[in-house]
Protein backbone atom coordinates (compact mmCIF):
# COMPACT_ATOMS: atom_id res chain seq x y z
CA UNK A 1 0.00 0.00 0.00
CA UNK A 2 3.27 2.14 0.85
CA UNK A 3 6.32 2.43 -1.47
CA UNK A 4 9.18 4.01 -0.79
CA UNK A 5 11.40 5.00 -3.64
CA UNK A 6 15.23 5.93 -3.23
CA UNK A 7 17.33 7.89 -5.84
CA UNK A 8 20.22 9.86 -6.24
CA UNK A 9 23.43 7.51 -5.20
CA UNK A 10 25.99 6.88 -7.05
CA UNK A 11 30.08 7.14 -7.45
CA UNK A 12 31.25 10.19 -5.89
CA UNK A 13 34.96 11.21 -4.89
CA UNK A 14 36.38 11.84 -1.57
CA UNK A 15 35.07 15.75 -0.84
CA UNK A 16 32.02 15.41 -3.32
CA UNK A 17 28.58 15.67 -2.92
CA UNK A 18 25.57 13.37 -3.58
CA UNK A 19 21.95 14.48 -2.71
CA UNK A 20 19.66 11.54 -1.74
CA UNK A 21 15.59 11.28 -2.23
CA UNK A 22 12.97 9.28 -1.44
CA UNK A 23 9.39 9.64 -2.52
CA UNK A 24 6.62 8.02 -0.60
CA UNK A 25 3.21 7.39 -2.10
CA UNK A 26 0.15 4.87 -1.52
CA UNK A 27 -2.44 5.64 0.65
CA UNK A 28 -1.23 8.10 2.52
CA UNK A 29 -2.44 9.85 5.19
CA UNK A 30 -0.22 11.18 7.62
CA UNK A 31 3.71 11.09 7.72
CA UNK A 32 5.24 11.39 10.95
CA UNK A 33 8.92 11.24 11.41
CA UNK A 34 11.20 10.45 8.28
CA UNK A 35 14.91 9.44 8.29
CA UNK A 36 17.92 7.89 6.65
CA UNK A 37 20.13 5.06 7.48
CA UNK A 38 23.09 2.79 5.64
CA UNK A 39 24.72 -0.22 5.94
CA UNK A 40 28.08 -1.04 5.14
CA UNK A 41 29.22 -4.57 3.87
CA UNK A 42 29.63 -6.60 6.82
CA UNK A 43 28.73 -4.00 9.36
CA UNK A 44 25.05 -3.21 10.82
CA UNK A 45 22.38 -0.91 9.67
CA UNK A 46 22.87 2.52 11.41
CA UNK A 47 21.07 5.68 11.60
CA UNK A 48 22.32 8.89 9.74
CA UNK A 49 19.59 11.49 9.90
CA UNK A 50 16.39 11.67 11.16
CA UNK A 51 13.21 14.59 10.91
CA UNK A 52 10.25 15.00 12.89
CA UNK A 53 6.98 15.50 11.11
CA UNK A 54 7.34 19.76 12.92
CA UNK A 55 10.98 19.46 10.95
CA UNK A 56 13.57 19.16 13.63
CA UNK A 57 16.75 17.09 12.56
CA UNK A 58 18.60 14.73 14.33
CA UNK A 59 22.06 13.60 12.92
CA UNK A 60 24.69 10.72 14.23
CA UNK A 61 28.14 12.54 14.98
CA UNK A 62 30.01 11.07 11.87
CA UNK A 63 28.09 13.03 9.46
CA UNK A 64 27.36 16.24 12.12
CA UNK A 65 28.24 19.42 9.83
CA UNK A 66 28.21 17.01 6.64
CA UNK A 67 24.95 16.06 5.91
CA UNK A 68 21.53 17.96 5.88
CA UNK A 69 18.58 16.36 6.17
CA UNK A 70 15.06 17.70 5.13
CA UNK A 71 11.49 16.97 3.81
CA UNK A 72 8.50 18.54 1.81
CA UNK A 73 5.34 17.11 3.18
CA UNK A 74 3.40 18.14 -0.07
CA UNK A 75 5.63 15.82 -2.22
CA UNK A 76 5.84 13.35 0.66
CA UNK A 77 9.59 13.40 0.08
CA UNK A 78 12.68 13.25 2.39
CA UNK A 79 15.91 14.21 1.55
CA UNK A 80 19.78 13.73 2.41
CA UNK A 81 22.02 16.04 1.29
CA UNK A 82 25.76 14.50 1.43
CA UNK A 83 28.75 17.39 1.21
CA UNK A 84 32.41 16.60 2.33
CA UNK A 85 32.15 13.29 1.55
CA UNK A 86 34.62 10.41 2.88
CA UNK A 87 35.28 6.36 1.85
CA UNK A 88 34.05 5.77 5.19
CA UNK A 89 30.60 6.79 3.85
CA UNK A 90 30.32 3.98 1.29
CA UNK A 91 27.09 2.17 2.16
CA UNK A 92 23.65 1.27 1.15
CA UNK A 93 21.22 4.09 2.44
CA UNK A 94 17.72 3.16 3.16
CA UNK A 95 14.81 5.73 3.80
CA UNK A 96 12.21 5.08 6.47
CA UNK A 97 8.72 6.78 7.40
CA UNK A 98 6.54 6.21 9.83
CA UNK A 99 3.01 6.77 7.68
CA UNK A 100 -0.51 6.26 8.88
CA UNK A 101 -2.28 4.94 5.66
CA UNK A 102 -6.07 6.36 5.49
CA UNK A 103 -8.54 4.67 7.85
CA UNK A 104 -5.48 3.26 9.72
CA UNK A 105 -5.25 4.42 13.75
CA UNK A 106 -1.54 3.53 14.11
CA UNK A 107 1.57 4.64 12.09
CA UNK A 108 3.50 1.77 10.78
CA UNK A 109 7.67 1.96 9.82
CA UNK A 110 7.94 1.80 6.14
CA UNK A 111 11.58 1.09 4.38
CA UNK A 112 13.02 1.91 0.81
CA UNK A 113 14.54 -0.61 -1.19
CA UNK A 114 17.97 1.27 -0.94
CA UNK A 115 20.48 2.80 -2.92
CA UNK A 116 23.94 2.08 -2.97
CA UNK A 117 27.07 5.56 -2.50
CA UNK A 118 30.50 4.47 -3.07
CA UNK A 119 32.88 7.06 -2.01
CA UNK A 120 36.55 6.42 -3.97
CA UNK A 121 38.87 8.20 -6.37
Known amino acids: QVQLVESGGGLVQPGGSLRLSCAASGAIFEINAMGWYRQAPGKQREVVAT???????NYADSVKGRFTISRDDAKNTVYLQMNSLKPEDTAVYYC???????????????WGQGTQVTVSS
Open 51 to 57: ITSGGSP
Open 96 to 110: NSAVRTSGAFYYYNH
